[in-house]
């Protein structure tokens, strides 16, 4: 069931992510990954994500919300460090990988 969850909302993020970035934004995405409402930080995720390598400044933390206690904001997280794709985003994506696993 948790993985149906996740796939589910994964989806939601590659659809949401249709759109263009808009770089002048990027610090307040960052602020918002920092909310204590999971939608806007999820939401955050997102639009980060949509902004790819221009975002590598919020890769530490991202790689903190791969932990989050939402699982959507876990997974966007995830989702927007593998569109970053920076050696330190791939890194800590590969090892919450290994981790789960275990």
Do not use: W
């Not at 902004?51 to 530490?60: H, I, K, L, M, N």
């Not at 919300?65 to 890194?91: C, F, H, K, P, W």
């Amino acid at each position: 069931m948790q993985l149906i969850k996740q796939f589910c909302l994964l989806s939601f993020a590659v659809l949401a992510l249709a759109g263009c970035c808009d770089e002048k934004r990027i610090p307040d995405h960052i602020q918002a990954l920092y909310s204590s409402n999971p939608r806007e930080r999820n939401q955050a995720t997102l639009d980060l994500a949509r902004c790819g390598s221009a975002a590598q400044r919020a890769v530490p933390r991202l790689i903190q919300m791969i932990y989050d206690e939402n699982v959507g904001v876990q997974s966007g997280a995830v989702y927007a460090l593998t569109r970053i794709d920076t050696t330190e985003a791939r890194a800590a994506v590969e090892a919450a990988t290994r981790a789960r696993r275990k």
